[in-house]
């Protein structure tokens, strides 16, 4: 599989933050065809997604599928995510593409971006913190004495609330 282009507003993003997450997780990998990027994570399940970059051209999406079924199966992953660009704006609308190949929609999602204006400044209650902890934050609060040492990779930050 070769490079391709981002196709969606934070595509970019989302790709760095996969291939620096890569890095820290053993066998995973980034796969790059014309058609889609996969992440592959054999020991992180719900990182295992891909975005498919041609979900309106019903033959070329499909045989896209097939080729993303295979390098997740041969990853040993029997359960992952393709996303469908879509143009798409309100969660109750209907979107043109219902299905891909074997595949059928189940969840939407809509791209969100927001512009930061100049003014943001540092708040003393965020500290850096690893990944590890930001995946354990949900909707309990943990102690902030609880939080180890942040991570050292390049391309990878979290952030906690220091104040807690």
């Known amino acids: 599989m070769s490079n391709t282009a981002t ?3 934070g595509q970019e993003t989302l790709l760095s ?12 990998r980034l796969v790059h065809s014309a058609a889609a990027t ?21 033959d070329a999406a499909a045989a896209a599928a097939i ?6 199966a041969d990853a040993g992953v029997d359960g992952w995510a393709l996303w469908v660009p879509s143009a ?10 219902q299905k891909v190949g074997g595949f059928r929609r189940d969840t939407t999602t809509l791209v969100m ?20 902890d930001a995946a354990r934050a949900g909707d309990e609060p943990f102690p902030f004495t609880d939080l180890g ?4 990779e390049p391309g990878l930050a979290a952030w906690g609330d220091g104040a807690r």
């Open 7 to 9: 196709a969606l507003p």
């Open 17 to 28: 933050s996969w291939d620096a997450l890569a890095r820290i997780s053993s066998g995973a």
């Open 38 to 58: 996969a992440a592959v994570f054999p020991s992180w399940a719900p990182l295992n997604n891909a975005i498919l970059l041609n979900g309106h051209d019903g």
């Open 67 to 72: 080729e993303l079924t295979g390098v997740y």
């Open 88 to 97: 798409a704006t309100d969660l109750d609308a209907t979107d043109y593409v």
């Open 113 to 132: 971006q927001a512009r930061l204006s100049p003014g943001l400044h540092l708040h003393d209650g965020v500290v850096r913190a690893s990944i590890a």
């Open 149 to 152: 040492e942040p991570d050292t």
